[in-house]
């Protein structure tokens, strides 16, 4: 959003010497160097008058500024980093808090503390923020539980009991899954399981797959919508830690159905960004029939005839 | 808005019709469809398979039955088809 030059930014503080610093013979000085997003413009032009050295280099102007300005440069960016989040990445009003703040200061060091003291009030907001939207969706996920009973109880009797299978090392757990599944859905499966442990499988029941000693206390599994049809039964589950009796983290979200032609259990997982989405939306990614969020990949209504 | 796109399913297998395609670089594969689903049955349809720059597709001609010894059978209405399997995020990429 918006140009780059305004919404980017880094520094570093650094002691190597490039070349031209070195024939300035800054050979000895920490730098605190900084590709000026426009946070960081704010505060340039109100202590630009303190800058050691600038220089352009490759069509961009870097501004050299003593050690002193590293705590001041290195505030702004935890705040900028924080706001973005609480003003969900309106950059615009990110901004304008950084104006608003960088004019109630004149030093360094007063700026440090102002700074310092928007960063503790934004995180507050944001945290209380994020503590209330844990807890109303773990009130969804649960009032889901509820709603669903009646067809996690016909089809998916196992999921509130699955049989566990610890495991002790990612090679151990590669080979339980080639005894289930073919080599290439079990490869997959055990890469899912590191980055996103634990997790389910689906054959003839179903699997929760833990490694060795991973407490499962934190660790929940709810049933956030349901559908069934003359051919098919689903179920959307969530894997989820919670904290506190919170959901915090959303690891994996994925469709649990059985084929009733086959009498067939199957599990696909979905993206986790169509966490809050329905059962059927989550269907139709599965189909290949929409993208990622949800939306439709196809420009033309559809036709969809199953069997 | 013209007629809706068909989108066949049976079982894992996906029949999504190509509204506009062009065939000349296509290679024909077979005079049918057949796809060997987990369990060592088969799911057929009758009609010439063609590859185009990887991809699978079907020319349903006339009206033609895809069949599967667990599944009801399917009467797949003429046009161009691209074969798809369900996909799974696990996996990243569809499930065959």
Known sequence: MGEAYRRSYEFFLSDVVTSSGAK???????????????PLRVLVAKFGSYTIHSYRFSGRRYYVFSEEFYPLFETVARLVYTLNKLYRRDIE???????????????????????????SRAERIYEERVARGRKALTARLKKGVERCRDVVERFFRDLSNPHIRRYKDSEDLEAFLRKLFSDRVARGYRRFAEAR?????????????????????????YVDGCSASASYAIAKIVGAETLNGYVYRIKWVALLGIDLYTNQLFLHYVPTTLALRRAELCRLWILGLVDDFGKPLYREDLALIEA | MGRPRRVYRQGDLVL????????????????????ASENGNRHRLASPVYTVYGRRYVVVEKPSVLTHPQHPELVVEPGIYRVEFVRDFALNRAVD
């Open chain 1, 93 to 119: 009003k990110v901004f304008q808090h950084i104006d608003r703040a960088a004019n109630l200061c004149s030093s360094v060091a007063q700026c440090v503390d102002t700074l310092s003291r928007e960063l």
């Open chain 1, 24 to 38: 300035k013979r800054f050979y000895n000085v920490f730098r605190v160097e900084g590709f000026l997003g426009y």
């Open chain 1, 197 to 221: 442990g634990p997790i389910i499988v689906a054959r003839d029941g179903i699997v929760l797959l833990a490694r060795e000693g991973e407490p499962l206390d934190s660790f929940s599994i």
């Open chain 2, 16 to 35: 999504i019709e190509e509204m506009v395609l062009d065939l000349d670089p296509a290679v024909k594969e077979g005079e049918a469809l057949v796809i």
